[in-house]
């Protein structure tokens, strides 16, 4: 999942498997979640967002969950394919202030074909 | 579809030089940001600006300025650049109302300063 460091977390599943994207927010003010992906070249594109009054969301083939007690944030991709490969981000938005959403430091997922 | 096209894909650069990076999107979205994209860092905010003419400070706007005469552009100045600011820089759009859901990004920027 997504963590201190330089370094960027790397997820290596093999296509069909299903993946587990981890992601820790800080801010307890935040009510608002969004998932982006980013493929290489390009820039992040939206995938899924889930507010803090619910505790899971789906979309076509990904899932968001959420766990406001521990502050933590989950996308989990079915059937993983080799499109899926990319940098996965979470941002976090606050109620209040700019709401500007603050951006993790990303997750790489590689699928092997 | 939405479109936020940045004008460069790569771009290098002199220590000291000023530098201009343009981003132009076809939405008529209010709200545009400038986000610059480090390795493990992930995405960090320079400015954005939600009309014309208006600018508001991120989380890194030292050593950057930002300009907005017209609602569908949105630049980046670095008024000196120094080789920290070699980076990706990515530029964002959203509709006003919804300033913090589903931005729209461009391709981005590949800044090297030498």
């Known amino acids: 999942g997504e963590s201190v460091g330089l370094h960027l977390p790397t997820l290596s599943v093999q296509e069909g498997d299903n993946s587990i994207i981890n992601c820790a927010y800080s801010?307890?003010?935040?009510?608002?979640f969004i998932w982006y992906k980013q493929e290489s070249g390009k820039g992040p594109q939206f995938i899924i967002d889930?507010?803090?009054?619910?505790d899971k969301r789906q979309g076509q083939r990904v899932t968001v969950l959420l766990n406001k007690t521990v502050k933590h944030l989950s996308l989990q991709i079915a059937a993983t394919q080799p499109g899926d490969s990319a940098v996965y981000f979470c941002?976090?938005?606050?109620?209040?202030?700019?709401?500007?959403?603050?951006f993790g430091r990303g997750t790489s997922l590689i699928v092997h074909p | 579809d939405v479109k936020v096209t940045q004008s460069s894909r790569y771009l290098v650069k002199r220590t000291g030089e000023k530098v201009f990076l343009e981003c132009v999107q076809d939405m008529d979205h209010e709200n545009m940001f400038w986000y610059r994209q480090d390795p493990g860092l992930g995405l960090r905010l320079i400015y954005f600006s939600y009309d014309v003419k208006m600018k508001e400070k991120g989380d890194i706007p030292e050593g950057y300025s930002v300009s907005r005469e017209k609602k569908e552009r949105f630049s980046l100045i670095l008024e000196s650049a120094s080789t920290n600011q070699t980076s990706m820089y990515l530029c964002a759009s959203s509709i006003l109302g919804m300033i913090r859901e589903k931005l729209f990004f461009g391709s981005g920027t590949q800044l090297s300063v030498l």
């Open positions: 801010n307890s003010a935040s009510d608002y």
């Open positions: 941002a976090e938005s606050p109620q209040g202030g700019s709401y500007i959403p603050t």
């Open positions: 889930i507010r803090s009054n619910m």
